[in-house]
T-cell receptor
Framework: DGGITQSPKYLFRKEGQNVTLSCEQN?????MYWYRQDPGQGLRLIYY???????QKGDIAEGYSVSREKKESFPLTVTSAQKNPTAFYLC?????????????FGSGTRLTVV | DQQVKQNSPSLSVQEGRISILNCDYT??????FLWYKKYPAEGPTFLIS?????DKNEDGRFTVFLNKSAKHLSLHIVPSQPGDSAVYFC??????????FGKGTRLHILP
């Protein structure tokens, strides 16, 4: 079964620590995306990658970093520079050039800073 | 500056009646609009979309209407069912196909 896997589902981090959220897809999609959801804020784009070894900042990239060494994987690191990291993080992917209805979303990771 | 606005944070509708969710946008360059449905602790799932060259798209109980002159779209669900209770996100896409989401409307279907 093809899909996007985000792990872990719940993650706790101490203040000042970096943490990496995993996103893996076996859909052979070219493009991958990271969104953040806060209550009453909707989904905001953090980073996206159209092809391997290339990625661009989204609307709220500060305090985050990504890598795209493999087509299947797009991990997101939440660094200590992110002032308010507690949120629900969603990864998505699609075929590059496919219409906007081609996005597939993962089930999310809820990050809590303690 | 919010480009996609959902001004109703929540909406309650009696089961069997019509649910109407509204969305406004500011960027006239958007050429594709979408509705996503999201349950708690899950990712959004695509529901229905409409191209900017159309004014209506229907899929079963779901119909999306687009009024380009008013920069407004709406999602109609009829008849509303208990499983429709969820958060609905309106979204818009421009030519690079990046999606911009609204803040969402929580729909409660009442028994």
């Amino acid at each position: 079964d093809g899909g996007i896997t985000q792990s872990p589902k719940y993650l706790f981090r101490k203040e000042g620590q970096n943490v990496t959220l995993s996103c893996e897809q076996n859909l052979n999609h070219d493009a991958m995306y990271w969104y953040r959801q806060d209550p009453g804020q909707g989904l905001r784009l953090i980073y996206y990658s159209q092809i391997v070894n290339d990625f661009q900042k989204g609307d709220i990239a500060e305090g985050y970093s990504v890598s795209r060494e493999k087509k299947e994987s797009f991990p997101l690191t939440v660094t200590s520079a992110q002032k308010n990291p507690t949120a629900f993080y969603l990864c998505a992917s699609r075929f590059r050039g496919q219409g906007a209805d081609g996005y597939t979303f993962g089930s999310g990771t809820r990050l809590t800073v303690v | 500056d919010q480009q996609v606005k959902q001004n109703s944070p929540s909406l309650s509708v009696q089961e069997g009646r019509i649910s109407i969710l509204n969305c406004d946008y500011t960027n006239s360059m958007f050429d594709y609009f979408l509705w996503y449905k999201k349950y708690p602790a899950e990712g959004p799932t695509f529901l229905i979309s409409i191209s900017s060259i159309k004014d209506k798209n229907e899929d079963g109980r779901f119909t999306v209407f687009l009024n380009k002159s008013a920069k407004h779209l709406s999602l109609h669900i009829v008849p509303s069912q208990p499983g429709d209770s969820a958060v609905y996100f309106c979204a818009a896409a421009n030519r690079d196909d990046k999606i911009i989401f609204g803040k969402g409307t929580r729909l409660h279907i009442l028994p």
